[in-house]
């Protein structure tokens, strides 16, 4: 068990270091030139050549990229060319807000696809079943942009239920965490289905029953632990999903987190600051999958490491 | 002898509206009310406050309230107004300028500034270490060039005299440098201030401002609070502006609309703007006027086959301006010239190229193109530029030109332009000149001179015209005030011998279209404001308060 750890641990640094490495290389070659995106229109190519040489950038990129490095294992990710920030001072305050997102999320996507997806279950074959996953249908397909601004304008703007965007309250988090969760909810409920109608087949279901145990405590305290288990294992690997959707749901809501970040520096070609989101945003998707990978050990014995 | 400017001799030399010695009492608005909150919104976060980097126009107007410069403008109009200088003095060659300081304006930490402060101020917006994207402007100060290669860190040509006196000598005269002393980059900062913070200086400020920076929360909102010992008496009006950033566009509508939101800072969404035009109630709200701006098509005079004359008038006389002015929803007037209607110099009753697209295809047939060629049209790939882009395809396959149009970030159409080879047509929406300052001078050098047409310059039609440069460094020589109207008409005539040339095809001006919530108050004009955009934020106010 440790040893396997151990060894996820050797091959997530080394992931991390392709990530970093890709990531580098691909802005390296990109053709745009921060320096001058710095210098403004008005320098001269010598302030130009001037800006670029004390930013390193003169250099060649395995020395650019070593000292990026040498840097990171020292905890610096460098300052932002435009804000002249920190990196990772830009990171820590809006993390929070990220983490906070993808939690209710995560809350969001578990309750919703759990309760449909055990409904359509007990209900199968029926119009229910039939209308739930038409809804799981739409809530994977549909474009995070377009429920989000529908979610607005339904229940901020025209029922005032909710606050329009923003950060602060938990009412502000309401309406973020259903747009970012509903991909999630509707995969979790088709598979919440099959796995619920898998479990309510076994013997020990029907053992349950037998020994006069009454619906609701069977679906309760037998099946539903079980049918569960895959559902767990998976939130970890939703980290990766989330991390693409916080870009575009912090955008709709004016959520500060490191998605809203990431797209002003990719638009203003801050290489610091997308190295930065991107590597944080690499170790977030690799500890959910660790985590993932533990977790089902934990959850399924049957599970074996080899 | 040397001539004193005062702020009344100044006008009257200039021919501005006169205005009296206590200039700010006569713009105070009577019917204006103390207090109260706006609250303005943004998409993406202010990037910095710190003068000497700031230069989108986000934080343009932000670092405007929080900091004064020697010089600054009569709120709403492009006239100069002393700032932080009393009176100033012009030697008769117009080399030498002394500034006399206001007495007694103090920083938002109470010390007092002095001209120890602006030499200060001065020598580091030209520090290359400060890395500022506006040093260039500096380039007239004798010194700049030694403080530029870094043998240097202080600027020869700016000395104190005394506590209250700072004169500054040029290496060349040098018509707009009073427009210099009035851009952000020239405003004075507090030393010990920059010296705390080192390089998160950015992220906070130190002015002498009608504002000062209260609270900033990375990536949720920032509060400006009133300036209570602000040297102009009266203002601002304001008790606080509140930015909230993060915030979409079409969201920052949604909350206009219920009351939330006073200043939507990026303006209508497009997607938006007829709706709220058309109804009465909203576009009652929306305040139309000019900007310094111009939208143009750049035509590589180095790629053949641009290299022929005959073939860029042809283009100009295809593209059908008023159809493209459509494709925004008619936020935009047609344009006949580099210049923008509303800067001093521009060339009344010019008609430009016609759209004519006969005759461009004769002419085109005449230059030995009778089957038109094949090209590239760069653009950015932000909306509505593609579909201008669009636009511009179609007219040009009307005389035969197949244009394949390049969509591609800012940055990377910003860096083909600037290379000799590689975009024969770029589409400047998205990355277009807006002037720094409101002078003719100020859309030429970079983007039309010789010195823009280098390797990673902005002059992406590559055009260089040495008679033209000649006038052109003339015009700014002319620092004599009696010789204005005389400076304005070489100007006129530099852009219309560009235009025979035809390395561009002016397209449109945009106009501008600020909303505003209901309750706030003040002129017009403040909330088209040209060097504070949205808005003027020490002379608007709100109605609902005391």
Redesign the interface.
């Known amino acids: 068990m440790l040893a396997f750890i151990v060894k996820r641990l050797i091959q997530s640094a080394l992931i991390l270091l392709g990530v970093s490495l890709i990531t580098f290389a691909l802005l390296y070659l990109l053709p745009a030139d921060p320096v001058r995106q710095i210098a403004g229109r008005s320098a001269t190519p010598e302030t130009v050549a001037n800006i670029r040489a004390q930013l390193g950038l003169d250099q060649p990129f395995i020395v650019q990229y070593a000292r990026y490095l040498g840097n990171l294992v020292q905890g610096d990710l460098g300052r932002s060319y435009l804000q002249k920030t920190e990196v990772s001072t830009l990171i820590a305050s809006r993390l929070p807000a990220s983490l906070l997102l993808m939690l209710g999320a995560i809350v969001c996507e578990l309750v919703l696809g759990i309760t449909m997806g055990v409904v359509a279950a007990l209900r199968r074959g029926t119009a229910t079943d039939n209308a739930l996953m038409m809804a799981s249908f739409i809530g994977v397909s549909a474009p995070q942009f377009v429920v989000g601004l529908l979610m607005l304008y339904v229940f901020a703007v025209q029922l005032q239920w909710f606050p329009i965007g923003g950060y602060g309250t938990l009412a502000h988090m309401v309406l973020p965490s259903i747009t970012l969760g509903i991909l999630g909810a509707g995969w979790y409920s088709r598979m919440m289905r099959s796995s619920m109608i898998d479990v309510l087949r076994q013997d020990f279901i029907r053992t349950a029953r037998a020994k006069g145990l009454g619906r609701m405590r069977v679906l309760l305290r037998h099946a539903l632990p079980n049918a569960i288990l895959p559902i767990i294992a998976m939130i970890g690997i939703d980290v990766g999903i989330f991390m693409g959707g916080i870009v575009v749901v912090e955008s709709v809501f004016g959520w500060p987190g490191i998605g809203q970040l990431a797209w002003q520096a990719i638009q203003r070609v801050d290489i610091p600051i997308i190295m930065g989101v991107t590597l944080v945003s690499a170790c977030a998707i690799v500890i959910g999958n660790l985590v993932a990978d533990i977790a089902s050990l934990f959850a399924d014995p049957r599970i074996k490491v080899r | 002898m040397k001539k004193l400017l005062t702020t009344s001799a100044l006008v009257a030399a200039l021919g501005l509206p006169q205005f009296a010695a206590a200039e700010s009492h006569s713009n105070l608005d009577p019917n204006a009310k103390s207090g109260g909150n706006i609250t303005v919104t943004y998409?993406?976060?202010v990037?910095?406050l710190?003068p000497a980097?700031g230069?989108d126009w986000q934080n343009w107007s932000m670092i405007k309230s929080l900091y004064d410069g020697l010089m600054d403008y009569e709120p709403g109009t492009t006239e100069l107004r002393p700032g932080l200088a009393e009176s100033y003095e012009i030697s008769d060659d117009g080399m030498v300028f002394t500034f006399k300081l206001r007495d007694g304006v103090q920083f938002h930490n109470g010390r007092v500034m002095t001209a120890d402060d602006v030499k200060f101020s001065l020598d580091r917006v030209t520090n290359?270490?400060t890395?500022?994207?506006?040093?260039?402007?500096f380039?007239s100060i004798a010194g700049y060039d030694a403080i530029?290669?870094?043998e240097t860190e202080s600027l020869s040509g700016v000395k104190v005299i005394d506590d209250q006196t700072v004169e500054i000598t040029l290496s060349r005269p040098d018509a707009t440098f009073l427009h210099v002393m009035g851009l952000n980059f020239a405003s004075v900062v507090a030393k010990e201030a920059v010296e705390a913070a080192g390089?998160?200086?950015?992220?906070t400020a130190m002015g002498t401002g009608a504002f000062k920076l209260a609270d900033w929360?990375?990536?949720?909102k920032l509060v400006f609070a009133k300036n209570e010992n602000y040297w102009r008496e009266g203002l601002p009006y304001l008790d606080t502006v509140t930015f909230?950033?993060?915030?979409?566009p079409?969201?920052a509508l949604?909350?206009l609309?219920?009351g939330?939101v006073d200043v939507p800072g990026d303006g209508i969404p497009p997607a938006k703007f007829q709706e709220v035009m058309n109804d009465p109630a909203q576009a009652a709200r929306v305040i139309e006027g000019g900007q310094l701006h111009t939208g143009y098509i750049t035509l590589n005079v180095k790629m053949p086959p641009f290299d022929n004359v005959d073939v860029r008038k042809a283009v100009n006389m295809a593209i059908n301006k008023e159809r493209i002015t459509q494709v925004i929803n008619g936020r935009a007037v047609p344009a006949t010239q580099p210049l923008p209607p509303s800067m001093p110099g521009y060339t009344e009753g010019y008609e430009g190229y016609a759209y004519d697209p006969d005759a461009a295809k004769a002419l085109l047939a005449d230059a030995g193109f009778a089957d038109g060629f094949e090209t590239e049209l760069f653009v950015m790939n932000t909306d509505p530029n593609p579909r201008i882009a669009q636009a511009i395809q179609q007219d040009l396959s009307k005389i035969g030109i197949k244009a394949s149009i390049q969509s591609l970030?800012?940055?990377?159409v910003?860096?083909?332009g600037?290379e000799p080879d590689q975009a024969p047509m770029i589409w400047s929406g998205g990355m277009a000149w807006i002037a720094?300052f409101p002078d003719a001078s100020n859309f030429y050098g970079?983007i039309l001179g010789c010195?823009g047409a280098?390797?990673?310059?902005?002059n992406w039609s590559w055009y260089c015209n040495a008679d033209i440069d000649a006038m052109a460094v003339k015009a700014d020589s002319m620092t004599d005030p009696a010789k204005v109207d005389e400076r304005l008409k070489m100007w006129s005539d530099v852009y219309m011998k560009v235009m025979e040339d035809a390395p561009w095809v002016p397209v449109f001006n945009e106009q501008r279209y600020t909303m505003k919530s209901e309750r706030m108050g003040g002129d017009d004009k403040l909330y088209v404001d040209p060097v504070s955009i949205p808005v003027n934020y020490d002379y608007v106010y709100v109605n609902d308060v005391q």
């Open positions: 998409k993406d976060d990037a910095t710190d980097i230069y290359p270490k890395q500022s994207p506006g040093a260039g402007f380039g530029s290669s870094g390089a998160d200086f950015g992220k929360t990375i990536g949720q909230e950033v993060g915030q979409e079409i969201v949604l909350r609309q219920s939330e970030a800012q940055a990377s910003i860096a083909a600037g720094d970079p010195d280098v390797q990673g310059g902005w």
